[in-house]
């Protein structure tokens, strides 16, 4: 059963109603979060800014501005945009000086020896290996996390905030959320931090209960604001997990929810989030209870949607990771289990979430792209994506009066109209040195290397892929802006004409 210390103020507040508003993001919100505002994936583009570029110029789509990243660089977590503001949260290991390791005991096995353990002995093997591992690496290294604030205009680096921290198999990679004079962030070892925005200097932090495994969090941390510079922190760390956003405080706790990667949306008083066994579950925001549970879904990795219809009638979006769950929608009714309204079937992905943008649904997977009816479930258009192994990258909309544009960033920065018709691509541009974003044919070009030359292949991954993208990462959009993670640079393109 959750335990809870509740503060009294913030009964009253949930009590009295407060809630965080699903459905279209209004303008003036920001890219505060993981995911925007509403975390439903998508922006409207303000009313005074420049109309959306319809193609890329011909010599290529060139930076607003490009940022490296000092240091450690390691993780997926994603960069949040408030207030000029751009925040990044990346992580990584030092080596430690003077430190000589023995050889170890469980090396990887040479290749085919493998074939001649009986499969219990290598499974049993491979767990060992991978233990030994991880207990070398915290021998050998210290973990270090960096937090970065650039100036959203112009990428100056505005202030970086360091620790030390555990070392974890995969790097930390849970995205900070941002509310009033706040950035929250949460580190591979529990470690919960609010700080100033400002500054970047520290106003609290707390150790979240549970075992420091080594395995990295990628949850990140919803708010609900009161108001008053107070509010409630949810998010998935080996339980779920309610913090007061004034002082760190642990409000309570629900440990019997598993999983350390869907992120929380937050609705109506509940918060709603996907578990270990892919199920979807929604606790009270208040207490930790649990108010509902969806069984059926089969999500456990991706994050649900919580959005409203042309209608103001609420709707729970949630996507499996194969499939048998697919993309589900569901008639939320307050505190009551949902009624599922359709399911469509047609594709999956392990840990990718859908944009909603109107009445239009946006699902990567299965190397394809769909676009899905809010309203009936009824597949509009599928969209091939010519890439290898696309996966957990959530997509990003910008809407506009006329549609807008979406944006998928698995490898390419592809950006397609956001309409029912059918797809129809603005531009597919990979990018490569100092940011600067051309078609594969360009580069290919310029570079003088044929796709099936392996030679050619190796520059081209050299020069262009290893300089590129950052796969499982997802973009911030903000004025017309997109802002996205290179493997060792933060870089701005304007979208606007």
């Not at 507040?13 to 993981?34: D, F, K, M, R, Y």
């Not at 495994?213 to 990140?220: A, F, K, L, T």
């Not at 991706?302 to 609420?314: F, I, W």
């Not at 078609?439 to 262009?464: C, F, H, M």
Request: proline fraction near 7%; hydrophobic fraction near 40%; glycine fraction near 12%.
């Amino acid at each position: 059963m959750p335990r809870s210390r509740l503060a009294p103020a913030l009964a009253s507040v949930c009590l009295l109603g407060l809630t965080a508003s699903p459905g279209a993001a209004a303008e003036g919100e920001e890219w505060s979060q993981w995911r925007g505002p509403g975390r439903a994936g998508a922006i409207p583009l303000p009313a005074d800014a420049p109309a959306l570029r319809t193609d890329a110029p011909a010599d290529g789509l060139k930076p607003a501005w490009i940022a490296k990243i000092e240091g450690a660089s390691g993780g997926w977590a994603s960069p949040v945009v408030a207030d000029g503001r751009v925040f990044l949260a990346v992580a990584g290991r030092v080596k430690r000086e003077g430190v000589e390791l023995p050889p170890p005991k469980y090396p990887p096995l040479p290749e085919g020896e493998d074939d001649d353990l009986p499969a219990g002995e290598l499974d049993e093997y491979e767990r060992n290996r991978r233990a030994e591992s991880l207990e070398r690496r915290k021998l050998e290294y210290t973990g270090r996390e960096v937090v970065h604030c650039f100036d959203a205009a112009t990428g100056e680096t505005l202030w970086t905030n360091e620790r030390d921290a555990a070392v974890t198999r995969f790097p930390q990679s849970s995205t900070p959320a941002v509310a009033g004079d706040k950035l929250v962030c949460l580190g591979g070892d529990r470690v919960l931090r609010a700080l100033d925005v400002k500054t970047g200097e520290k106003v609290w932090e707390t150790t979240l209960p549970g075992e420091v495994d080594g395995e990295q969090i990628s949850s990140s941390p919803a708010i609900l604001e009161d108001g008053d510079g107070g509010g409630t922190i949810v998010l998935l760390a080996d339980g779920l997990y309610g913090v007061d956003l004034a002082d760190g405080a642990l409000l309570w706790e629900n440990a019997e929810l598993g999983g350390r990667d869907s992120s929380p949306a937050l609705w109506d008083g509940l918060a709603i989030v996907n578990v270990d066994g892919g199920a979807t579950v929604a606790v009270n925001l208040a207490d930790g209870e649990e108010a509902w549970r969806l069984e059926e879904t089969g999500a456990s990795r991706s994050s649900p949607v919580v959005t409203t219809t042309a209608a103001d009638e609420p709707r729970l979006l949630t996507f499996g990771g194969s499939r048998k769950g697919g993309l589900r929608c569901f008639a939320l009714n307050g505190a009551e289990e949902p009624e599922l309204l359709w399911a469509y079937q047609q594709l999956s992905d392990p840990g990718a979430s859908p944009v909603v943008a109107g009445d239009l649904v946006l699902a990567p997977g299965d190397r394809r792209l769909d676009c899905v009816s809010l309203e009936d479930g009824s597949g509009l258009w599928t969209a091939r994506l010519d890439l290898a192994k696309p996966r957990y990258t959530s997509p990003a909309a910008v809407v506009t009066g006329d549609g807008g544009v979406g944006l998928y960033t698995f490898g390419r920065l592809l950006a397609f109209d956001l309409t029912a018709e059918e797809f129809r691509p603005r531009y597919d541009l990979s990018v490569g040195p100092e940011g600067l974003a051309k078609t594969e044919d360009q580069w290919r070009e310029e570079l003088n290397v044929s796709p099936g030359d392996p030679e050619g292949v190796a520059k081209y991954d050299r020069v262009i892929t290893r300089a590129g993208l950052l796969d499982c990462a997802s973009p911030a959009v903000a004025e017309g802006r997109v802002y996205l993670r290179l493997r060792n640079h933060l870089v701005c393109y304007d979208l606007t004409k």
